[in-house]
């Protein structure tokens, strides 16, 4: 694998291999196709108030919509981000890195709920289906923007 996550004075270098590259440039398309009625409604819309309908109600009402559109926004900066990513490693600056950080959970979440991989105790090692293996990998973008990012903050 040949991703590259490195902190820097304003935010991080990312780079990313031609296979790597293609999976990232997939997402925004991918996240555009979730329409929040699939198995991962209730991952990416978790209930804040699960023994109260009507408080559950009222939240849904006030946040949702404000959710789905930072959702967009992310995938749409996800679709810029691979864009120049394709010239070559890029500086990103943190409310970038922060946009793609959401964006690769949002689909890691909902391909882990369409592939049943919650109903499993683990992840088995190593992985035996291709979306497992997706999930490993988005998994791991994630973990080097986080531990970029909290780099920065160390520094």
Not at 38 to 58: I, M, Q, S
């Amino acid at each position: 694998m040949s991703l590259r996550c490195e902190a820097t004075d304003d935010g991080v270098l990312l780079g990313a291999g031609s296979m790597e590259l293609s999976i990232l440039e997939a997402l925004p398309e991918f996240l555009a196709s979730i329409d929040g009625s699939g198995v991962e409604t209730n991952r990416l819309h978790p209930a804040a108030y699960p023994d109260d309908a009507e408080a559950e109600r009222e939240f849904q009402r006030l946040v949702a919509d404000d959710l789905d559109a930072l959702r967009q926004a992310d995938a749409t900066a996800l679709a810029e981000i691979t864009r120049r990513l394709g010239q070559g490693p890029i500086e990103l600056d943190v409310a970038e890195a922060e946009s793609l950080l959401r964006a690769v959970g949002a689909a890691r979440l909902t391909l882990a709920a369409r592939a049943g991989l919650f109903d499993l105790p683990e992840l088995p090692e190593p992985a035996t289906t291709p979306q497992q293996t997706l999930v490993q990998f988005l998994g791991i973008v994630q973990d080097s923007l986080v531990e970029a990012l909290s780099a920065r903050l160390d520094a």
